[in-house]
């Protein structure tokens, strides 16, 4: 190959993108155990339990694939709705995003 560039993530950060379709996501009891309780799951599986209310996993990305759960959007509360249950997964809120924002640096 010419080109030998590559996209890398750091080592110690998790990317959990998914899909939550708006009229699902719209609604808290889709959005919990269709979506959020799987998330939780896999986020056991590799760091265990939170150890207290206040701790949150390590450098976790949650990535909502679907181009209307985005904050901007205010016909639809998908975007609020996961950023309010993100704590009681012990996540930090401020990694969660939408696929449309995010950037991804290029190594060579």
């Not at 959020?36 to 207290?52: F, V």
Request: charged share 20%; glycine share 4%.
């Amino acid at each position: 190959w010419q080109d030998e560039s590559f996209y890398e993530l750091p080592s110690d950060l998790l990317w959990l993108p998914y899909f939550a379709e708006v009229p699902n996501a719209d609604n808290p009891g889709h959005l919990l155990w269709d979506f959020l309780l799987p998330l939780y799951t896999l986020l056991e599986m590799y760091y265990g339990p939170p150890t207290s209310a206040d701790s949150v996993y390590p450098r976790v990305l949650l990535t909502n694939i679907d181009h209307d759960c985005v904050e901007s959007n205010t016909k639809h509360s998908c975007y609020k709705l996961t950023r309010k249950f993100l704590p009681l997964m012990g996540m930090n809120q401020d990694y969660f995003a939408n696929a449309d924002g995010l950037k991804f640096d290029r190594r060579d």
